[in-house]
Every structure is written in structure tokens, then in C-alpha cells.
């Protein structure tokens, strides 16, 4: 069983920066992939960002690129993801997500908001 607890959000004026954090239990965290998505009002889930277990590989939406950096610490068993450059479009509830054994988990969310 994984459970996963984010924070962070707030709410920003554009072109400020949040970092999100997304604290895992379980000793498997550092095997697995973590991801970011995010829920706008009205809009389907989308992919946000992923890092794989090691770090190595690293992946992002394009509508985040050069602004979103994920990162992770396994020996603290949390994903980061830094925003820089907030807009008000990235106004919408963050999730934390992962797969273990076929099995997904999600948090709970963290809202962050973009004012104008």
C-alpha cells in the first residue's frame, strides 16, 4: 500500500513560483517512477511531469517545459516540483501519482492558483 500526501499549493500572481511537495510512505518509493498531474475546473486530468526511479530520466508536458522542474529524494521518500513563471492557466489542483505493481495511486491533491 503507497500513500501519497502533497502540499505546497497556494495562490500566486502570475509569473511567481511555487515549489509542491508530494511525501510518499512505503519503503518502495525509491523503485518506482513518480509523476505530477493537474485538474483545471471543466478540464480532463493531464500529465504534468515524470521522473523515473533514479532520476535519470525526466519528462514534461510542453505547456511546462523551461518552467516546471520535478526532482526527487529518495532517502526522504518526497518528489518536488518547482514552478517558476506561473501563469493563470496553470490555475488548477496538483496530484501526485504512481504505480506500483499495476496498481495507481494518487494523493489527495494541492490547489494552486494563478491570479492576473
Known amino acids: 500500500q503507497v500513500q501519497l500526501v502533497e502540499s505546497g499549493g497556494g495562490l500566486v500572481q502570475a509569473g511567481g513560483s511555487l515549489r509542491l511537495s508530494c511525501a510518499a510512505s512505503g519503503r518502495t518509493f525509491s523503485s518506482y517512477a513518480m509523476g505530477w498531474f493537474r485538474q483545471a475546473p471543466g478540464k480532463e486530468r493531464e500529465f504534468v511531469a515524470a521522473i523515473r526511479w533514479n532520476g535519470g530520466n525526466i519528462y514534461y508536458a510542453d505547456s511546462v517545459k523551461g518552467r516546471f522542474t520535478i526532482s526527487r529524494d529518495n532517502a526522504a521518500n518526497t518528489v518536488y516540483l518547482q514552478m517558476n513563471s506561473l501563469q493563470p492557466e496553470d490555475t488548477a489542483v496538483y496530484y501526485c501519482?504512481?504505480?506500483?505493481?499495476?496498481?495507481?495511486?494518487w494523493g489527495q491533491g494541492t490547489q494552486v492558483t494563478v491570479s492576473s
Open positions: 501519482h504512481t504505480v506500483v505493481r499495476g496498481a495507481k495511486y
